[in-house]
């Protein structure tokens, strides 16, 4: 995912903010990267399993479709 800068991010940018909008935005930011994080390890996971199917796949095809 690639981020463009639109007004918005041209306008926050611009203008000074208070402590607590940063805090408030830098918590929305750790919120996100945790998610990004949580479906990094999910696709990890399924990656893991995928590669354990295809490798019995393997297996059972080369065991029964060996040409004599």
Avoid: F
């Avoid at 408030?24 to 479906?39: A, F, N």
């Avoid at 059972?60 to 060996?66: C, D, P, S």
């Amino acid at each position: 995912m690639i981020n463009k800068m639109d007004e918005w991010d041209e306008e926050w940018d611009r203008i000074p903010h208070t402590n607590s909008e940063y805090q408030k935005e830098i918590r929305e930011l750790r919120e996100r990267i945790q998610g990004y994080l949580k479906d990094i390890e999910i696709r990890d996971q399924l990656i893991a399993e995928l590669k354990e199917e295809l490798a019995l796949v393997d297996k059972y095809w080369l065991k029964y479709n060996v040409k004599e």
